[in-house]
């Protein structure tokens, strides 16, 4: 009979996670345990020197040393002094001369019997460490110092009960101690660099952090105040096109629309007059009055006509159909002071631009011409990473500033309306120097 149909599947290896105790972690997680751990192995491993008449009182030592590494991590000073200071007494009576034995007066208490170091002195040792890694130097190194010290004194108390061993023996002693001292204060040193170099690496991380929050914070408080001025912009703007629509409205009723009126009755007196001149037995009109009322009617079709171009000019100077360059050249030629011109501005900017370039352009050298007292002046118009960029210059006397409602304040306040700029450099003296910069489109 065939088994494999009773075969238990083996599980294949990895399937199941081999399961070890965590000890190490446990350790971790768990410090006053692992170190209550650690005092009670100390204290078993010096048991075996709890000997002799004294063992109670080597036993009491011992556990009292042992019990220091206990509360390490909270009162590190404090316990490697009580086990400093246990293992300097023992240095000064346990360690000694076979002869010299030290009783306590009155009690008889062999104290050089029961001051005797055991392997529990390791403790200091564990201290010593701990100090390193967790108070800073000035703190730790007395601390290996007093170790230091306190191994030297140890071999120099020891080594005259011991004339017998040679001289390599007690440098051995003596480096033996000491380099444990040595070794465990640069465990717990670099313990503690470490601990530092994390500390300050989230230091760093922090600070960056808080820069990059602040960087944030001020841009958005710099789109607000943007969005604040654009606001601004806009009800001037707002403001500004309604007071043109009534002026035009205005000029148009008061100027062309009374000089129409005007022209139409005095071509009704033409006819009039031709009628009666055309009447028959009249012999009286020899068309003198006639050719008077067509003259003033012709005139003031004329005047009428100039009146509609200006009134168009401010609104779009039809120079500038044929672009900037043209529109700044006639500007140029009907100025009062000799002008230069520089244009290079190959692609056209949007009409809006192009307009406020061309006021701004008329302001100035208007400027010029009433208040600088210039030999000559300048203009250049450049487009440079898509902007433009126009300049007035002359050398004239200088001390151009905008006054409120006059025209630098009126060409501030155009240029602001489409995000320009408008600087004026002009130092009592002269030269005055006024850039207006513009984005190409608006
Ligand atoms: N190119 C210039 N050279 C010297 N002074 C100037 C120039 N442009 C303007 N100014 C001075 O700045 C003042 C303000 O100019 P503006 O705002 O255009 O007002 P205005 O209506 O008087 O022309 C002028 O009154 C004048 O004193
Ligand atoms: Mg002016």
């Not at 390490?72 to 316990?79: D, K, L, N, Q, T």
């Not at 003198?288 to 009617?297: F, S």
């Not at 352009?361 to 011409?369: C, D, G, I, K």
Request: charged share 20%.
């Amino acid at each position: 009979m065939s088994r494999s149909g009773s075969q238990v599947p083996t599980p294949r290896a990895g399937v199941y996670p081999e399961r070890v105790p965590d000890m190490r972690g446990w350790l971790r997680r768990h410090p006053w345990q692992a170190d209550g751990l650690l005092a009670l192995l100390l204290a078993a491993l010096s048991s075996r020197q709890w000997q002799g008449a004294y063992a109670h009182d080597v036993a009491a030592v011992s556990v009292l040393l042992a019990a220091t590494v206990v509360p390490r991590r909270r009162y590190p000073v404090a316990m490697f002094a009580v086990a400093a200071a246990i293992g300097a007494a023992q240095v000064a009576i346990g360690v000694q001369p076979a002869s010299g034995a030290v009783a306590l007066p009155g009690t008889g208490l062999q104290l050089s019997a029961i001051l005797q170091p055991t392997v529990a002195d390791l403790a200091i040792l564990v201290l010593l460490y701990t100090l390193a890694a967790h108070r800073p130097r000035p703190v730790s190194i007395p601390g290996l110092v007093i170790c230091l010290l306190g191994s030297v004194a140890a071999v120099i108390r020891w080594a005259p009960a011991h004339t017998a061993r040679p001289g390599a023996q007690l440098f051995a002693a003596v480096a033996g101690l000491g380099g444990a001292a040595l070794t465990a204060w640069v465990l717990g040193d670099s313990v503690a660099y470490r601990y530092r170099r994390a500390y300050y690496a989230s230091l760093e991380e922090r600070a960056a952090r808080l820069e990059a929050e602040r960087d944030a914070q001020a841009r958005i408080a710099q789109a607000a105040e943007r969005a604040r001025e654009l606001q601004e912009r806009r009800a001037r703007v707002v403001d500004e096109s309604a007071a043109r629509l009534r002026r035009i409205e205005r000029d148009l009723h008061d100027g062309a629309q009374v000089r129409l009126a005007a022209l139409a009755m005095t071509l009704g007196e033409v006819k009039e007059s031709l009628d009666t001149a055309a009447a028959p037995g009249n012999r009286a009109d020899d068309g003198t009055r006639t050719r008077m009322l067509v003259t003033a009617a012709h005139r003031n079709a004329k005047e009428t006509l100039a009146e509609l171009r200006d009134l168009a000019r401010g609104i779009h100077p039809p120079v500038l159909d044929r672009g900037l360059g043209s529109a700044l050249a006639a500007l140029a030629e009907t100025s009062q002071v000799p002008v230069g011109l520089a244009v290079s501005v190959a692609e056209r900017p949007s009409p809006a631009i192009e307009a406020i370039v061309y006021f701004c352009a008329a302001e100035l050298l208007a400027n010029v011409a009433k208040h600088s007292g210039a030999s000559r002046a300048m203009v250049s118009a450049a487009a440079q990473d898509g902007r433009i960029v126009m300049t007035v210059t002359d050398d004239g006397s200088g001390g151009a500033t905008p006054a409120p409602g006059g025209g630098l304040a009126g060409l501030l306040e155009r240029v602001q309306t489409v995000d320009g700029r408008l600087g004026i450099d002009s130092p009592p003296g002269g030269p005055t120097v006024i850039t207006i910069e513009l984005p190409g489109h608006a």
